[in-house]
């Protein structure tokens, strides 16, 4: 999907203002709650870390922006869980209302429907017998994909091309892993670009570089 | 289109705790164990470890190579790793090259050595700015960096992190291992600041 979450060249945010070197990680007492309750949420929902991220930038762009990181954690919390059928939509509306006095009626727990899902191992990094398509130095174009479904391709970067620098272990592929499409490991290419070639020649001159799936890239058209 | 207004919608404190209350009466989660996640995220795992890697790598240099050569297995060596952690890539500033790391599309952070993310790390002004205009956005954030300085960033897209090695300052020749990663700051291993004495 292409939803707010993917924030690359977006323009309009305004300045960064810096926190103090020995900022705590959290301000707030719910924060800390927030936190800890969406870890746990992908356990109690059945879910894994790339639906958890998929959770996190499909939330409403508003509230996106609005309810700040943690509180992006919560709703994304609050996604895997009505998702898996933990908690009926709804449920944390009407219990919030009753904490503050209001007289409302909660919905009833539903039947959890977690999905039919087992990682093969912990983490994301995988071991694939495959060689990688790609060389260290190979000229590669970004697919111009716009999918449905979760990716970690950002848009900045799609239908460019870019040169490979390094070839990174394999990992699980988010865009089916997310959606328990199985796994799909497959090797990972740090590829290079050139700034003024994605922003324009009046554009800053520096170099990025980002880490891109097998399945984002195809050899340049020659 | 319609949508809340931010004065109508239920506080996201309110709902926190909401939340919270379902999952604790329905044994869905054991507070005990939230708060284990959340005294470890506070206390143990932060940026005092990445300044430990910083400091030795600047004080032994078959280290150093070690740790850029593979950052993950030189890290853990000094017994940091965990979540957000699989795979750490560590990238190394010098007076030509400088370093910065971002992730667009949410906040991946190198949680092993630098702890969860600070505010402005997560906020859409840094994530959507850094991979178009890092010069101007770094001087903004108090970097000023050399015209002839290059600046190489990188988006943190897959389950690699990055971790950046500062410059050791000048004039730290004398200090101990110890003193100077009392030095590094998690600023500086993002790569929006300068180690300085």
């Given at each position: 999907m292409d939803t707010i979450a993917d924030m690359g060249g977006m323009q309009g945010f305004g300045s960064v203002e810096l926190s103090p070197?020995?900022?705590?990680?959290?301000?707030?007492e719910w924060e800390r709650r927030a936190f800890a309750m969406a870890l746990l949420s992908m356990r109690v929902s059945g879910t894994n870390l790339d639906s958890f991220r998929d959770a996190l930038a499909r939330q409403h762009p508003i509230d996106y922006l609005i309810d700040g990181y943690y509180g992006r954690w919560l709703n994304c919390a609050v996604n895997l869980l009505t998702d898996s059928d933990i908690?009926?939509?709804g449920a944390v509306e009407a219990r919030a209302r009753r904490l503050r006095g209001e007289d409302v009626e909660e919905p009833p727990a539903p039947e959890p429907h977690k999905p039919d899902y087992k990682p093969?191992?912990?983490?994301s990094i995988r071991k694939i017998d495959l060689p990688p398509m790609f060389s260290v130095g190979d000229r590669v174009r970004v697919a111009d994909m716009h999918p449905t479904g979760h990716t970690?391709?950002?848009?900045?970067?799609?239908a460019r091309t870019g040169v490979v620098r390094a070839i990174r272990p394999a990992q699980v592929l988010p865009d089916t892993n997310a959606h328990f499409l199985g796994e799909n490991p497959q090797h990972v290419y740090n590829v290079e670009f050139d700034s003024q070639y994605l922003w324009g020649s009046e554009a800053e001159k520096f170099t990025l570089y980002i880490d891109l799936y097998e399945s984002y890239l195809e050899p340049e058209e020659t | 289109m319609t949508f809340e207004t931010e004065a109508s919608r239920l506080p996201v404190e309110l709902r926190t705790e909401a939340l919270e209350s379902i999952l604790v009466e329905r044994n869905l989660v054991d507070p005990k164990v939230m708060d284990t996640y959340i005294k470890m995220y506070e206390?143990?795992?932060?940026?005092m470890n990445g300044a430990k890697v910083v400091a030795k790598a600047w004080v032994d240099p078959e280290y150093k190579a070690k740790l850029l050569e593979d950052g993950t297995g030189s890290i853990a060596e000094l017994g940091f790793k965990g979540p957000q952690g699989e795979h750490i890539v560590v990238v190394e500033n010098s007076p030509e090259t400088h370093h910065v790391i971002v992730c667009?599309?949410?906040?991946?952070?190198?949680?092993?050595?630098?702890g969860l993310p600070p505010s402005w790390y997560k906020d859409p002004a840094y994530r959507s700015r850094m991979v178009r205009e890092p010069r101007k956005l770094l001087s903004e954030m108090g970097l000023e960096l050399d015209d002839g300085v290059e600046i190489q960033v990188w988006d943190s897209s897959s389950e690699v992190r990055y971790l950046v090695l500062p410059e050791r300052p000048a004039?730290?020749?004398?200090?101990?291992e110890e003193e100077l990663a009392g030095l590094v700051t998690r600023d500086a291993m993002v790569g929006v600041a300068k180690v300085s004495v």
């Open positions: 070197p020995f900022d705590p990680p959290f301000h707030e908690i009926a939509p093969t191992a912990a983490g970690r391709l950002p848009r900045y970067v799609r | 206390q143990d795992v932060g940026p667009t599309l949410c906040s991946c952070y190198p949680w092993p050595v630098l004039g730290t020749e004398d200090l101990s």
